[in-house]
């Protein structure tokens, strides 16, 4: 359990010199996925090594020690499993933190209770747009204000949403039944809303478990709506960023990925310059982030748990809302995965690195006696290239929220 409240700023040479990056093949060892979680579920696992295109970090020294970051509050490392629901993990993760924030209650929440009813408003949607949706099992940080609005929210021990004996948890029976019910609606033409939404809690009772009607808190019996106000949580609070020249900045824009499955367009788009800023203020003051973007590039590195733009792909000083624009328009910036933003750390070259707490398994190969387990390490000119979205609370964004239109 992760209990960490601004540590003090620990003494440290570390430089981040972004000149004249070495880009290598490395042969990755077996994957914490594969060695831990997959074996765990399937009593084997793939022993391949695979090739990768990585930079060479033999001569780097990164600030790769969560005790030299200055943190925000934040709850126990849980893993997401075989699972496609990091946007689930990461803000109520955030939303963990902010309650801590609010009130000094130190909770777990959890996430499969709004895993199960983010698959109701998704059976909701496909029936009221004719089949037309992307399907997956991915969604955004905002969904998590959607669900709490709509159905509260509940601790993680009374919805676990695991089986019992289950070391991880696995959906890919669940996402494979839910396709099929939804192939089957489309094939029919059965548009009965009532009847998707009964047909598909079937099988989430079946997956994952019935979710309660009510919980039991110090002795006192509510419901997940009640609850969630027992903790101070205001959905309406948290607001969004994105910082994409496609859309006019200082106006509330569509953030058009296939995980943004419902077409959310209440996006606040701003300039890059104030996106970075906004995030480097909120840390700072105190307010964690919900963050989502881009971890597939040969500078995310799931060995090192760091993630760095290497000067092959793009030098430092030349990266701004143009290349972040042109990477996201061609495809190379892509929509992988949302982490919770719980620390900084100032370099002596003036560069932010931020700690990334996440529930995926790449953050875990350092082996869980390792300090960076289940960590990133990431650098703010990673942050201002790939990061696209985050989810904060609206009380230290104010300055921006009053140029929105």
């Not at 969560?66 to 925000?72: G, N, Q, R, V």
């Not at 499955?261 to 840390?283: C, G, M, V």
């Not at 910036?333 to 750390?345: F, N, S």
């Amino acid at each position: 359990m992760k209990r960490i409240i601004f540590l003090s700023l620990l003494t440290s040479n570390v430089i981040f010199a972004q000149e004249n990056d070495k880009a290598i093949f490395v042969k990755e060892p077996v994957s914490y996925y594969q060695h831990t979680i997959i074996k765990a579920l399937n009593g084997d696992y793939d022993k391949t090594e695979k090739t990768k295109l990585k930079v060479d970090q033999s001569k780097k020294d990164y600030p790769t020690n969560p005790l030299a970051y200055k943190t925000i509050w934040y709850n126990n490392l849980l893993s997401q499993g075989n699972t496609g629901t990091c946007w689930s993990f990461s803000t109520s993760s955030f939303m963990e933190s902010e309650v801590q924030r609010l009130t000094g209650k130190e909770v777990n929440l959890s996430e499969m209770y709004t895993v199960y009813w983010e698959y109701v408003e998704r059976t909701k949607y496909f029936v009221q747009h004719k089949g037309q949706m992307h399907l997956g099992e991915g969604s955004e940080t905002n969904a998590i204000a959607k669900i709490m609005e709509l159905y509260g929210t509940v601790p993680f021990d009374a919805y676990t949403g695991q089986k019992d004996g289950q070391d991880f948890y696995n959906h890919e029976p669940l996402f494979k039944a839910v396709e099929a019910l939804f192939a089957q609606i489309k094939k029919e033409g059965e548009w009965n809303e009532e009847k998707a939404v009964i047909k598909v809690r079937e099988l989430l009772d079946e997956h994952i478990g019935e979710v309660p009607e009510y919980i039991e808190v110090n002795e006192q019996k509510m419901t997940p709506i009640e609850y969630r106000d027992y903790l101070k949580i205001v959905p309406s609070d948290y607001v969004n960023f994105m910082s994409l020249m496609e859309a006019p900045y200082y106006q509330k824009a569509l953030y058009n990925v296939p995980d943004n499955w419902w077409k959310s367009n209440d996006y606040n788009n701003i300039p890059l310059d104030d996106f970075l800023q906004l995030i480097k203020e909120s840390i700072t003051e105190g307010y964690s982030i919900s963050i989502g973007g881009d971890v597939s590039e040969p500078g995310f590195d799931k060995i090192s748990q760091t993630a760095t733009i290497p000067s092959f792909d793009i030098k430092s000083a030349d990266i701004d809302e143009n290349a972040r624009q042109f990477r996201f328009t061609n495809g190379s910036t892509t929509d992988d995965h949302a982490m919770h933003l719980v620390g900084y750390y100032e370099a002596k070259d003036g560069k932010t690195w931020f700690l990334i707490k996440d529930s995926g398994s790449g953050s875990r190969n350092a082996g869980e006696s390792s300090d960076k387990f289940g960590h990133y390490f990431m650098h703010e000119d990673y942050v201002k290239l790939k990061m696209m979205t985050i989810t904060v609370h609206k009380d230290i964004t104010k300055k921006y929220l009053d140029k929105i239109k």
